[in-house]
């Protein structure tokens, strides 16, 4: 099934404050997880320039140890204020065979992305607090929808979330990390 992930997200100078805050909200973590997202592109089916992505996510529960692996696919962003975008994903049992399935079909890694991530729910908000390995702390907000048309109310209650927080819209970034690892490469 087909869905659209609403997202913003924004670089954040407290995690503990804003994690502090959240949970006076009535946002409850959820969980602690360690993610190593691997990134794919082909020749023939050019991710990077469509705006799309193709990634291999392996995550790991701090708290259990327990390792699950998923492939996810994202769209081209679908506004030109968040990281909205249409988005499937699929539990992946054998993650190494699913990489030699995307390399056989000529599509390999270009780079990878590193973090520990708290995720936190309110509702049908995900919060979660990033720290990505070479880039620092941040605050992602989401709501997975069913209908591309309730983007707007979403992203309102976002922007609400963030007043509350004491932070703004207009900090938002639309890069990727993996954009952002690039862009620090160069």
Same mark, same amino acid.
């Given at each position: 099934?087909?869905?659209?992930?609403i997202?913003?997200?924004?670089?954040?100078?407290?995690?503990?404050?804003?994690?502090?805050?959240?949970?006076?909200l009535g946002?409850?973590?959820?969980?602690?997880?360690?993610?190593?997202?691997?990134?794919?592109n082909?020749?023939?089916?050019?991710?990077?320039?469509?705006?799309?992505?193709?990634?291999?996510?392996?995550?790991?529960?701090?708290?259990?140890?327990?390792?699950k692996?998923?492939?996810?696919?994202?769209g081209?962003?679908?506004?030109?204020?968040?990281?909205?975008?249409? #988005?499937? /994903?699929?539990?992946?049992?054998d993650?190494? $065979?699913? @990489?030699?399935? *995307? +390399?056989?079909?000529?599509? &390999?890694?270009?780079?990878?992305?590193?973090?520990?991530?708290?995720?936190?729910?309110?509702?049908?908000?995900?919060?979660?607090?990033?720290?990505?390995?070479?880039?620092?702390?941040?605050? #992602?907000? /989401?709501?997975i929808?069913?209908?591309?048309? $309730?983007? @707007?109310?979403? *992203? +309102?209650?976002?922007?609400? &979330?963030?007043?509350?927080?004491?932070?703004?819209?207009k900090?938002?970034?639309?890069?990727?990390?993996?954009?952002?690892?690039?862009?620090?490469?160069?």
């Open positions: 099934m087909s869905t659209y992930e997202e913003i997200k924004l670089p954040i100078a407290d995690r503990d404050s804003v994690h502090a805050k959240l949970i006076q946002f409850q973590e959820k969980a602690r997880i360690r993610e190593c997202d691997m990134y794919y082909s020749d023939y089916h050019d991710v990077k320039k469509l705006g799309e992505a193709l990634r291999i996510r392996k995550s790991t529960n701090l708290l259990t140890g327990i390792t692996a998923q492939i996810n696919f994202k081209k962003k679908i506004d030109k204020v968040s990281m909205s975008r249409q #988005e499937y /994903e699929t539990v992946v049992e993650a190494e $065979s699913m @990489e030699q399935i *995307l +390399k056989s079909l000529d599509f &390999l890694p270009v780079a990878g992305v590193s973090k520990t991530r708290i995720y936190l729910k309110k509702e049908e908000m995900t919060a979660c607090l990033d720290q990505v390995d070479g880039l620092g702390d941040f605050l #992602e907000l /989401e709501v929808a069913f209908e591309e048309a $309730s983007r @707007e109310t979403h *992203l +309102k209650n976002m922007e609400k &979330l963030l007043t509350s927080l004491g932070l703004s819209m900090d938002t970034v639309r890069t990727s990390y993996l954009g952002m690892l690039i862009r620090e490469k160069i």
